[in-house]
């Protein structure tokens, strides 16, 4: 049984900052790739972050471009997301997914069909 448990949601003021977390454990989990999903209120989940995780690289959303950080954790299948200079349009449901089968270089980490497991999401909410 994989579990994938996000924490660090809350509000915050315009221009401010939160860092989320996310953990991914279980006896079988093999992390291949960490990303960050976001569902604005009304709106379909879209990609915001990711992180193949050995090689250690990343991709971003262009709205998260130059303000979001995805960032491996010390502790094992941890991972993070530093996000600054926010905005209202930031408020949304983030989810932690992560892909524990084996998969090539690092085509498709936007796409929410390549991750097997998800969070059950936080919530951030930024006023304006």
């Known amino acids: 049984q994989v579990q994938v448990v996000e924490t660090g949601g809350g509000l915050v003021q315009a221009g401010g900052s939160l860092r989320l977390s996310c953990t991914a454990s279980g006896r079988t989990f093999s992390n291949y790739a960490m990303a960050w999903f976001r569902q604005p209120p009304g709106k379909e989940r879209e990609f915001a972050a990711a992180i193949r995780w050995t090689y250690g690289f990343t991709s971003y959303a262009d709205s998260a471009k130059g303000r979001f950080t995805i960032s491996r954790g010390d502790a094992t299948n941890t991972m993070y997301l530093q996000m600054n200079s926010l905005k209202p349009e930031d408020t949304a449901v983030y989810f932690c997914?992560?892909?524990?089968?084996?998969?090539?270089?690092?085509?498709?980490?936007?796409?929410?069909?390549?991750?097997?497991?998800w969070g059950q999401g936080t919530q951030v909410t930024v006023s304006s």
């Open positions: 997914a992560a892909r524990s089968s084996p998969m090539a270089g690092v085509a498709g980490l936007s796409n929410p069909g390549l991750y097997e497991y």
